[in-house]
């Protein structure tokens, strides 16, 4: 088993560009994720997904957006991508909501 | 929603010694609670975890404690290495708006052990 993957792994971005970060899990999870993590700071939750079809917004979700068409690959968008989301991107996946959550091995961004 | 606090935000022994991490939360609701290590240049691990029916869990050189009265856990590392380096992330389950739970996370702290 891979886990959680995510792709790219690093990603430079002018201001205004768009980009999709990949994440694909292969446990048959049914809840994703997507967390930012900002220097010295917690984990923050932008977009969640209870299955295929269902998404639903977490505490940062505005400039992001999700899809969840299979159950495997929950896609994160930046759409005019901005300095305020340079940040560090995990995505996580898990059973029932509140069991153990695997983590990817993040995607560093930076928007100059 | 829930909101989870961490103490301290970073903690420095010497190797052998005992470290601890504490988190308070405010949901009483809350029943889930684990402990995640990240390494640098890593995402978070789970290392161990702890549900509310249970106030004592332990594996090894790392244990949790829950007090539900005063809403406050514990993670008790043991015979500190200098690989226990590293942020250490706790969580508690919350019941949000909507009625779906979700993990809320502390802001971490980052533990060093000194060789």
């Known amino acids: 088993n891979a886990g959680v993957t995510q792709t790219p792994k690093f990603r430079i971005l002018k201001i205004g560009q768009s980009m999709t970060l990949q994440c694909t899990q292969d446990?048959?999870?049914?809840?994703m994720y997507w967390y930012r993590q900002d220097p010295g700071m917690g984990l923050k939750l932008i977009y969640y997904s209870v299955g295929a079809g269902i998404t639903d917004k977490g505490e940062v979700p505005n400039g992001y957006n999700v899809s969840r068409s299979t159950t495997e690959d929950f896609p994160l968008r930046l759409e005019l991508a901005a300095p305020s989301q340079t940040s560090v991107y995990f995505c996580a996946s898990s059973r029932p909501s509140a069991d153990t959550q695997y983590f990817g091995p993040g995607t560093r961004l930076t928007v100059l | 929603g829930e909101n989870v606090e961490q103490h301290p935000s970073t903690l420095s022994v010497q190797e052998g010694d005992s470290a601890v991490i504490k988190c308070t939360y405010s949901d009483s609701a809350s029943n889930y609670f684990p402990w995640y290590k990240q390494e640098l240049g890593k995402g978070p691990q789970l290392i161990i975890d702890?549900?509310?029916?249970?106030g004592e869990k332990k594996d090894q050189r790392i244990a949790v404690t829950l007090n539900k009265t005063a809403k406050h856990f514990s993670l008790h590392i043991t015979e500190t290495q200098p690989e226990d380096s590293a942020v250490y992330f706790c969580?508690?389950?919350?019941?949000?708006?909507?009625?779906?739970?979700?993990?809320?996370f502390g802001k971490g702290m980052k533990l060093t052990v000194n060789p």
């Open positions: 702890i549900r509310s029916n249970v």
């Open positions: 446990m048959n999870h049914n809840y």
């Open positions: 969580a508690a389950s919350g019941i949000e708006k909507g009625g779906s739970e979700k993990l809320v």
